[in-house]
C-alpha cells in the first residue's frame, strides 16, 4: 500500500505562512485523488482541501478558500498545501490522504472515502 509522510508543519505567527508537504512512497500517484484534513484538540476530523488525480480540479472548506492552496507534483510523488495569511483558529494536526478514483476529475471531500492517510504534522499559529 502507499505510505503518506507529512511535513512542513511548526510554529508560526499569526498572518505568517507554511507549506505542508506530503511525499508518498510504495506506489505512485496514478489515478489517486488527494486530500488534506485537520484536527484540533477537542474537535473532529474536519475537511481541508483535495484536489483531483489531473490536478485541475481543487475544492477548499469555506474557512480556508482564498488563503490555502492545494497543489501535486506527480513526477515528485508529493502534494502540498500552501498556507497563508494563518490565524489561531487554523492551529491543528494536518493530515494528507489519498483515495483512488475512476475519474481523473473526481474530487473526494469525505474522509471515510479516503484509503490511506499520513500519520500527520502539528502546525501552531500564535497570536
Known amino acids: 500500500q502507499v505510505q503518506l509522510v507529512e511535513s512542513g508543519g511548526g510554529l508560526v505567527q499569526a498572518g505568517g505562512s507554511l507549506r505542508l508537504s506530503c511525499a508518498a512512497s510504495?506506489?505512485?500517484?496514478?489515478?489517486?485523488?488527494m486530500g488534506w484534513f485537520r484536527q484540533a484538540p477537542g474537535k473532529e476530523r474536519e475537511f481541508v482541501a483535495a484536489?483531483?488525480?489531473?490536478?485541475?480540479?481543487?475544492d477548499y472548506a469555506d474557512s480556508v478558500k482564498g488563503r490555502f492552496t492545494i497543489s501535486r507534483d506527480n513526477a515528485k510523488n508529493t502534494v502540498y498545501l500552501q498556507m497563508n495569511s494563518l490565524k489561531p483558529e487554523d492551529t491543528a494536526a494536518y493530515y494528507c490522504?489519498?483515495?483512488?478514483?475512476?475519474?481523473?476529475?473526481?474530487?473526494?471531500?469525505?474522509?471515510?472515502?479516503?484509503?490511506?492517510w499520513g500519520q500527520g504534522t502539528q502546525v501552531t499559529v500564535s497570536s
Open positions: 490522504a489519498a483515495s483512488q478514483v475512476v475519474l481523473i476529475t473526481t474530487i473526494v471531500r469525505r474522509a471515510d472515502e479516503y484509503d490511506y
Open positions: 510504495g506506489r505512485t500517484f496514478s489515478r489517486y485523488a
Open positions: 484536489m483531483s488525480w489531473s490536478g485541475g480540479n481543487t
